[in-house]
């Protein structure tokens, strides 16, 4: 399949870039269009995270980068900043890789130093620089950002040179702090220090992993990941979100602990609906679908039993054909009638993808023996587990 667009601005192409992206995540694609209501979930647990976020060090990185950026160093072009920065955070890619060849998580590593990858730290870690404050948000977007920062300094260096009472060493020691442009604070980075460059690595220092632990608790009162870094649980206990919850369920606030048990009974709808799907496309000829099938069906009136409303209600979410196709599915699992089950599936991907894009339209192109789409869903999980890992590491590190 190939997918275009017409690159009207940077901020059309990052968002045809973001669809691209979660059609090749690795577990992520969506083929019964459920997405919406995962990514709620996700959002409420672990805000901030992504599935593309690899580090934590990036959450310092690109706001160091950004930071310097406006500083006055490449002018007041925005599109020159705009690929200063570009350049800038490869150099940081590179600096990384030489510091550690074999670090982990580093992006870029497959194609540095020659190449440079499309969708570069910053487009995959400002919403959550954002969500935690570590940028003081106003709304912006990296280009609007740029070019307000670039604009206001630009007045502050007009309303300078009319006015020769002011101390010259004193406004341009100012100047140089590109978070404080006429009393816009856009950076709150207590820990940036002018050489970080030196040294560079994708291990968080224990500075920066004591300012993010922090930061991310502030910013996220109320949330399954405020809980996990207050209490400083060590997630590598558990496989799974089902058996964080467990461990958890009687612990944390009620209502939390509501929200947990919701994501846990939808999963178990979702994946039922995930086992059939790939058990229909494979026509019964994938075995790991067929032996799944085999053990959730003994069960599956019970593995049915969410309460839909409130998933929806709880997080807000209105899109009338995704809960209709869960209602339906739902109640056809409950009255073990597989054949009503299929049926609803096989529309369900028909009316999101069109009858010649559907697979199940066309089973005989793909593997039989290979898994199609997401299994069970951990709204993030992982991926939380990989950045509080990060932080906790930097947290005991020996200060350098």
């Known amino acids: 399949m190939q997918l275009g667009w017409i690159d009207f601005s940077k901020e059309d192409r990052q968002k045809a870039l973001d669809v691209i992206n979660l059609l090749s995540e690795q577990g992520a694609v969506d083929e019964l269009g459920i997405g919406i209501v995962r990514d709620a979930f996700a959002n409420y647990f672990f805000p901030g995270t992504s599935t593309i976020q690899t580090r934590a060090k990036y959450f310092l990185i690109v706001p160091y980068v950004l930071r310097e950026a406006v500083d006055g160093r490449y002018g007041r072009d925005v599109n020159r900043i705009l690929k200063a920065i570009d350049s800038a955070e490869k ?28 969708r570069k730290p910053s487009d995959i870690y400002w919403n959550g620089i954002r969500t935690y404050g570590i940028f003081c948000d106003y709304g912006l977007s990296i280009t609007e950002y740029v070019s307000l920062a670039t604009k206001l300094r630009e007045e502050k260096k007009v309303s300078r040179l009319g006015n020769r009472n002011d101390d010259t060493k004193e406004n341009e020691r100012d100047d140089l702090d590109a978070g404080d442009i006429s009393n816009i604070r856009f950076w709150n980075l207590p820990i940036y220090h002018d050489d970080w460059r030196d040294n560079l690595s994708i291990e968080l220092t224990k500075e920066e992993a004591f300012y993010l632990d922090k930061q991310m608790q502030k910013s996220t009162k109320g949330t399954l990941l ?21 461990a958890l369920s009687e612990k944390v606030d009620a209502a ?60 807000e979410l209105i899109n009338p054909r995704a809960k209709s196709f869960l209602c339906g599915i739902q109640a056809a699992f409950m009255a073990s009638d597989i054949d009503m089950a299929d049926e609803l599936i096989r529309k369900r991907e028909c009316s999101l993808k069109g009858t010649g894009r559907a697979k199940l339209s066309r089973t005989k192109e793909f593997d039989h023996s290979k898994w199609v789409g997401g299994r069970e869903l951990d709204y993030r999980f992982s991926n939380a587990r990989r950045i509080l890992n990060d932080i906790y590491a930097g947290e005991v590190c020996s200060d350098v």
């Open 91 to 118: 150099d940081c890619g590179i600096r990384l890789l030489n510091a550690d060849p074999k670090a982990e998580g580093v992006i870029g590593t497959r194609v540095l130093p020659k190449g440079w990858v499309a």
């Open 226 to 246: 405020e809980y996990v870094l207050k209490n400083h649980i060590d997630l590598n206990q558990f496989d799974s979100f089902a058996a964080l919850t467990a």
């Open 256 to 315: 939390l602990a509501n929200m947990m048990k919701l994501a846990c009974d939808f999963n178990n709808l979702v994946y039922m609906a995930r086992v059939r799907y790939n058990v229909m496309l494979s026509g019964g000829e994938n075995d790991e679908a067929i032996n799944n099938w085999d053990r959730i069906q003994q069960d599956i009136g019970h593995r049915a039993k969410v309460d839909l409303d409130a998933v929806f209600g709880e997080l």
